[in-house]
């Protein structure tokens, strides 16, 4: 059983940064992959960025490349969401969720753990 805890959304304008943790209970924290996903209101929840549990294998929505970068510090058990030059269409819930693999996967499906969101609000 892995419980995972979101922390670091708030308001921000267009333009700015926010960086999302996601703390992660358990002790074979590396032997998962860890995704990050959002929904915003009145829509589905759709995936953001993953990574593998050894972190070097990231993927990404195309409409975060260049602007958002996974991370993960497994010393600490977090994985790590820095997303810059956010947009209006960024505001959502940010979820962080778990899987007991290698792989990284893009759809939610295939994830076991999912911790309780945080909110992310870009103003214009």
């Known amino acids: 059983q892995v419980q995972l805890v979101e922390s670091g959304g708030g308001l921000v304008q267009v333009g700015g940064s926010l960086r999302l943790s996601c703390a992660a209970s358990?002790?074979?924290?590396?032997?998962?992959?860890m995704g990050w996903f959002r929904q915003a209101p009145g829509k589905e929840r759709e995936f953001v960025a993953g990574i593998s549990g050894g972190g070097v294998i990231k993927t990404y929505a195309d409409s975060v490349k260049g602007r958002f970068t996974i991370s993960r510090d497994n010393a600490k058990n977090t994985v790590y969401l820095q997303t810059n030059s956010l947009k209006p269409e960024d505001t959502a819930v940010y979820y962080c969720?778990?899987?007991?693999?290698?792989?990284?996967?893009?759809?939610?499906?295939?994830?076991?753990?999912w911790g309780q969101g945080t909110q992310v609000t870009v103003s214009s």
């Open positions: 358990g002790r074979t924290f590396s032997q998962y992959a």
């Open positions: 969720a778990a899987r007991p693999t290698a792989l990284v996967y893009s759809s939610a499906n295939y994830y076991d753990y």
